[in-house]
Nanobody, 127 residues
Framework: QVHVVESGGGWVQAGGSLQLSCAASGRPFSTYTMGWFRQAPGKEREFVAAISRSGGSTYYADSVEERFVVSRDNAKNTVYLQMSSLKPEDTAVYYC????????????????????WGPGTQVTVSS
């Protein structure tokens, strides 16, 4: 059984920073491709960032490019999302997602490609 759980959400003023963490259990962590998605009130869930199993490849939504950084520490079974220059429009519930094995190309951005999801963590950015 695979468990995915996020932590690190909270409240921050616009322009501030916040780091989210996510742990996944089950198979060896290094065998999971990991992704971050978010859902703002009244909107559909959207892709934020993803990282390959080794950490050698990362992918970002245009809206967070150069502000957010996704990384992972396979020795600690954890993936991180470092968020900087936060904007009120970044306010959302952030979800960590995992899939066992590799993804290719546009699959990294596709919600349905991920099999395991955390319960989400709220990030609120005030203006």
């Amino acid at each position: 059984q695979v468990h995915v759980v996020e932590s690190g959400g909270g409240w921050v003023q616009a322009g501030g920073s916040l780091q989210l963490s996510c742990a996944a259990s089950g198979r060896p962590f290094s065998t999971y491709t990991m992704g971050w998605f978010r859902q703002a009130p009244g909107k559909e869930r959207e892709f934020v960032a993803a990282i390959s199993r080794s950490g050698g490849s990362t992918y970002y939504a245009d809206s967070v490019e150069e502000r957010f950084v996704v990384s992972r520490d396979n020795a600690k079974n954890t993936v991180y999302l470092q968020m900087s220059s936060l904007k009120p429009e970044d306010t959302a519930v952030y979800y960590c997602a995992a899939v066992w094995g590799p993804l290719g190309g546009s699959d990294y951005y596709t919600e349905s490609e991920y099999d395991y999801w955390g319960p989400g963590t709220q990030v609120t950015v005030s203006s």
